[in-house]
């Protein structure tokens, strides 16, 4: 591992926070906080913290001695100085007297010494920071020495690499035990550059920014070169398939299996969004016949837990000659969820029984022959999941050819997932209404399409923009955090087949069909060319089919029903002059409506449309409107506004429509209006 320190950026880093009035030490500290955050064998996601001492001025203007460290919230790689709140050092250090300390209290006292009010909650490990006597302290869990700790001789190993150089302290939960017993290590020998801590990770101290962050390097550097030592060949091939599935035929029925019913509202789950890896290390590790011993022995760092769960499931090789893989997967999953339900329940009775049980469903999936999976209730989540089995992967490797693989005990395990500070990282707000839910929305370049993609991201699901524009819906998609955007031609077969594989491998699955791309074409109709009213019916009634059908086909292989909107206009019901090749294959799309909800009601498919009048949009252009109200001598306003309410309709009104008739999980065969109010248009 080479140090990433460049003598010109720090001293840039330097000048730049110091015109914002921030100390040297302290940009600095930021400085190599981001170094160090920024490579992923050494931080991922919340894996590690960093502090520095110095004197600063309070808000009423006395100096005083602060820890500035790293706060809850706040990424090392992208991390600014608010990132490193500043708490009283004397404060803190007074609690070192204590034999105990709840969390709770710790917080509170933490907070309480805040310098400014506002800032985020410190660190778990603020303690261990400010016990320490030196002005720099860096903590990481970095891989390579995770690999050559997590073993069951893991402190002599250390002993032998590192000498005298670092102080070992034995596994405990973060927080004040950990504090305290790190302290005392560290007195024993105040020489030592670090401290390993069993288990868990490493620290390493400096006078300054660089010496901190050079031992990190070096420290880790030298358990990179220990593990290249002695190696032996690991993971003997297993039940590999001759003929792997495609991830787009897996990931339904993986998806399916792990969505967890909702006891308490009928038709009701609890979703995940699902994120593929696969590389020759991950192969090579799936595809071991011991697969289901090494890589469920645990977790290589405690605070992985709350992300991946302590155990991955792990998955019948998927074999596309296998008739049976779906029940085989269902089957695995299953007993994953048992498995984990035991576990609760074994170590909840052992700490009181006051614990309350997270979703049971697996967070990691290994698939022999495949890859690994990382599954969340958000895209991003799914994403962090896969980045941390990717990272247990190397390390249980790196283990297992120098060693054996022996994480923390069940027991620590269950201390640090059902941590109160640990669950407090991934934040107690409910999750939105259609979290862990997977929208395909069509026509998304246009101003419905656009609107309803916002809104139900909004709400949670994860948004695949299509269009036939790939400029356009690139340019829509950017505006969507985590959204996908993809060119797709809906009146061509293959293009759809196209554009719900790449769906499916950025997300898993599809749950939700929001088929809303049109365009309105005119003639009366004993005139008008029949290669026209063929080309409408391609768009506005075969398109809607195509995508309605290939949503079905995945909907059952997930087995966790779904549904479709279908955008319809009020030509399905009140034709206009000369409006015909627009309305007769509407009209057709609104019995289609009616037959998937027939067809597909006892699947839990819910089919339901739209009919929208009068909105601004790639069919009514403002130009348009200008148009037809100067003919009919009327304001644009009254024009847009020519309803029984008076009140022009909008593409976010259309967008709230589509919402609700996801969200009515006991609808179907529903036509909601939304035109303002036109009783000619009204069904009956
Ligand atoms: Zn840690």
């Known amino acids: 591992m080479k140090s990433a320190w460049i003598e010109r950026d720090a001293r840039a880093a330097v000048e730049r926070y110091g015109q914002a009035g921030i100390p040297a030490d302290l940009a600095l500290r930021v400085y190599t906080t981001q170094l160090l955050g920024r490579d992923p064998k050494l931080v991922l996601h919340g894996g590690g913290n960093t502090s520095v001492k110095l004197a600063m001025t309070d808000l009423v203007g006395e100096e005083t001695d602060v820890l500035c460290v790293k706060g809850s919230g706040w990424d090392m790689g992208t991390i600014e100085p608010p990132g490193l709140p500043a708490v009283r050092l004397k404060a803190l250090l007074k609690l070192r007297a204590r034999e ?17 009010p506002s800032s985020p909650n410190p660190s778990v490990e603020t303690l261990l920071h400010a016990f320490v006597p030196h002005k720099f302290v860096d903590h990481t869990h970095a891989s390579a020495v995770l690999a050559l700790i997590d073993q069951p001789d893991g402190e002599a190993r250390a002993r032998e690499v590192y000498g005298s150089a670092m102080g070992t302290v034995p596994y405990v939960l ?78 339904p029925v993986l998806r399916g299996a792990c969505a967890i019913k909702d006891e308490k509202s009928e038709g009701a789950f609890t979703r995940l969004i699902l994120e593929f890896r696969s590389s020759e290390t991950i192969l090579n590790f799936v595809n071991g016949r011991d697969v289901t011993d090494y890589a469920t022995r645990g977790v290589i760092t405690p605070d992985h837990t709350i992300r991946t769960k302590n155990w991955p499931v792990v998955l019948p090789a998927a074999d596309a000659r296998d008739g049976d893989w779906r029940g085989k997967v269902r089957a695995a999953v299953a007993s994953f969820v048992a498995g984990y339900e035991a576990y609760f329940a074994r170590q909840n009775a052992r ?25 969340g209730r958000t895209r991003k989540d799914a994403k962090i999941a896969a980045d941390l089995a990717e990272a247990a992967v190397e390390t249980i490797t790196d283990a297992e050819a120098t060693g054996r693989f022996t994480p923390i005990g069940e027991d620590d395990m269950f201390d640090c997932e059902y941590w109160p500070l640990e669950q407090a990282k991934l934040g107690a707000a409910k999750p939105p209404p259609l979290a862990g839910q997977i929208a395909v929305i069509t026509g998304a370049a246009g101003a419905i399409g656009a609107a309803t993609a916002r809104l139900f991201a909004a709400q949670g699901a994860a948004v695949a923009l299509l269009d036939i524009d790939a400029a356009a819906v690139a340019t829509r998609a950017r505006e969507i955090p985590g959204a996908l955007a993809v060119a797709c031609d809906v009146t061509d077969a293959r293009s759809v087949g196209e554009a719900y594989a790449k769906v499916v491998t950025a997300f898993g699955g599809v749950d939700i069909l929001v088929s809303n791309a049109g365009a309105a074409w005119q003639g009366r109709i004993g005139e008008v060319d029949d290669a026209l009213l063929r080309k409408s019916f391609e768009l506005n009634f075969f398109a809607h089919q195509t995508m309605a059908r290939e949503a079905v086909r995945i909907m059952r292989l997930q087995g966790t029903g779904g549904c479709l909107l279908f955008n319809v206009s009020k030509q399905a019901v009140n034709p206009g002059p000369a409006f015909g090749p627009y309305g007769l294959p509407k009209a057709a799309t609104l019995f289609l409506v009616r037959q998937y909800a027939l067809d597909y009601g006892a699947d839990g498919i819910r089919a339901n449309a739209v009919n929208a009048d009068r909105i601004r949009s790639g069919l009514l252009t403002d130009e348009f409107v200008k148009e037809r109200s100067q003919a009919r001598g009327v304001s644009e306003k009254d024009y847009m506004s020519g309803n029984l309410l008076g009140r022009e309709v909008t593409a976010e009104d259309v967008a709230q429509a589509f919402l609700a008739q996801a969200l009515a999980l006991k609808t179907t065969a529903d036509v909601t209006t939304v035109d303002g109010g036109n009783i000619a248009a009204a069904l009956r």
């Open 100 to 116: 105990a300390m709840p969390d709770d209290e710790m917080v509170r006292v933490q907070r309480a010494n805040l310098i400014d």
């Open 174 to 251: 973060p927080g004040f035990g950990l504090a305290k017993q790190s302290a005392d290590v560290f007195d024993r020998d105040p020489k030592v550059e670090g401290l390993i801590l069993a288990r868990h990770g490493i620290f390493t101290f400096g006078a300054d920014a660089r010496e901190a962050y050079e031992r990190m390097i070096e420290i880790v550097t030298r358990a990179e070169t220990h593990l290249q030592k002695n190696r032996r060949a690991v993971f003997v091939s297993g039940g590999v398939p001759q003929q792997a599935m495609d991830v787009t035929e897996i990931a």
């Open 351 to 375: 700490v009181g029984g006051d614990r309350v049980m997270l979703d049971p469903a697996p967070r990691v999936a290994l698939i022999p022959g495949v890859g690994l999976v990382g599954l």
